[in-house]
């Protein structure tokens, strides 16, 4: 454990670089190899309009990143936050802990107050947008929603009293599962089923992708199935029968257009079918 430690607490940027660029490398060539649903889509082209947003959501990242290392030594040196309430001396117990809360309110807490507060809502609405769903969605998020995601994982970092390791852990994670679950491959469905009993699997998120309530409202989760579970915001549906989309903005000059994907949080607010 206290190789981990080391390592993610010295972790090089360059090595950050190289698990999101070697984690959409891995699943887009498993993609082109079992892809769950054969698109009539130019990968590349698609790819570079997501790849925009990638951009710029490790720029917000790394603009605000010295709050997040500024809230890790807080925490750490006044003692603030679940490891040191409850004790947990134990090193692999703030890992498990530690991920597993981090998780909890820097992705599926985030994901779920999205869904629920309309201004946020326009953020996170061209996220769903994507009618072609693979392993660069992951990172599709307007720079707006990149700042509200941010000030959740700052407060993840305080709930958790997260030292900059943990947190360097579970972004790491963060990352590497956001590209798994959206990948568009396709996984034997028994074996789908069985890890997403523990973490979030590629079929288990892309129901969140189908465009239409109440399915949009479900599966929030991004490293572990057990929030949703827990929360009553699970849903199955045959992958068949999926569709990808936002019902709102199914049209291709909207949902494939640059200008008009940064603008929709700013345009006339549109009511979901129900």
Known sequence: MNEIINYFENIPSSHRSAILIGGIT?????????PLFKFQYKKWQHALLN???TATTILVNFSLAFLLYKSSVWATTNQFGL???????NLWLQ????????????????????????????????????????????????PGES???????????FTVGAPIWLFFLYQSLSVFFSQFNHANMKMPKLLDQ??????VSPDMHKIHHHYKLPYTDSNYGNIFSIWDRLFGTFKVMNREEILYGIDTHMKMEENNNLKNLLSIPFQKYRNPEH
């Open 95 to 142: 890992a498990i802990i530690g991920l597993l809360i981090m998780d909890l309110i820097g992705a599926y807490l985030a994901h779920w107050v999205q869904h629920r507060i309309k201004p946020l809502w326009r953020f996170h609405l061209i996220h769903h947008t994507d009618t072609w769903v693979d392993t660069t969605t992951a990172n599709r998020h307007h």
């Open 51 to 53: 790849f925009f947003f």
């Open 194 to 199: 069985y890890i997403g009993y523990l973490i």
């Open 147 to 157: 700042v509200i995601r941010f000030s959740f994982t700052v407060l993840a970092i």
């Open 83 to 89: 490891i040191y309430w409850l004790h947990l001396d």
């Open 26 to 34: 891995v699943f887009w060539f498993i993609e082109n190899g079992i």
